[in-house]
């Protein structure tokens, strides 16, 4: 089974810095997704930006970019010049690649971005 | 275009009672999948269907029961309501397989009181 842990339950950072989300996952599958989503108080699941294991390379999407180390199950995202938008629930998850394709998810992390 | 979307919004229960929640996916989209959130918690994973078939389910009660209709319409029900299902009902649907991404709905807020 899958697990996703998000050590960090709240954070605030002011308007214009860079912010790091943290996120570990366990898994003996080889090949994998994983996700950043955001929560606003809508409520809808908005998908950040996702990484493919199987790519070295660190996914980014505008400010949004990820620190993928495969080796250590980690799975960080970096918001750079955070916006008052982006004060929300984030929420780490995985899929593996094949057999169920169910979305397993972290505990969240609540960024407040301060004016 | 229309993302996901579900019906209703909100919705107040009774312990015993019998819910159906709704849910349209993404023109085109052939998967969707239930979600329940309880607050404070991240989505758990309840049933997923593709083309009309159970492709996985979560662990849940068999109080818990969801079909797929032809036009990828998507209904959850569950029966027999007790407080501790009060929680939000994520839907999300997927073209076909998931690497991608799930696109989710607002959900829906279930009250059982």
């Known amino acids: 089974a899958q697990t996703v842990t998000q050590s960090q339950p709240e954070m605030s950072v002011q308007e214009a810095e860079t912010v790091t989300l943290s996120c570990t996952y366990d898994?003996?599958?080889?090949?994998?997704?994983l996700f950043w989503y955001k929560q606003p108080p809508s409520r809808q699941m908005i998908l950040v930006i996702r990484q493919e294991a199987y790519k070295q390379q660190n996914a980014t999407e505008n400010r949004f970019s990820v620190n993928f180390q495969k080796a250590a199950k980690s799975f960080s995202l970096k918001i750079s010049d955070s916006q008052l938008g982006d004060t929300a629930m984030y929420f780490c998850?995985?899929?593996?690649?094949?057999?169920?394709?169910?979305?397993?998810f972290g505990t969240g992390t609540r960024l407040t971005i301060i004016p | 275009d229309a993302g996901v979307t579900q019906s209703p919004t909100h919705l107040i229960k009774t312990r015993g009672q019998h819910v159906t929640l709704r849910c349209s996916p993404i023109?085109?989209?052939?998967?969707v999948s239930w979600y329940q959130q309880v607050l404070g918690q991240g989505p758990q994973f309840i049933f997923q269907y593709y083309e009309k078939e159970e492709r996985g389910r979560g662990n849940f009660p068999d109080r818990f029961s969801a079909r797929q209709f032809p036009n990828y319409s998507s209904e959850l029900n569950v029966n027999a309501l007790l407080l501790g299902d009060s929680a939000l009902y994520l839907c999300?649907?997927?073209?076909?397989?998931?690497?991608?991404?799930?696109?989710f709905g607002s959900g829906t807020r279930l009250t059982v009181v």
């Open positions: 998850a995985f899929i593996a690649s094949f057999g169920n394709e169910k979305l397993t």
């Open positions: 023109s085109g989209h052939k998967s």
């Open positions: 898994t003996s599958e080889n090949n994998y997704y």
């Open positions: 999300a649907s997927s073209e076909t397989t998931v690497n991608y991404g799930y696109t």
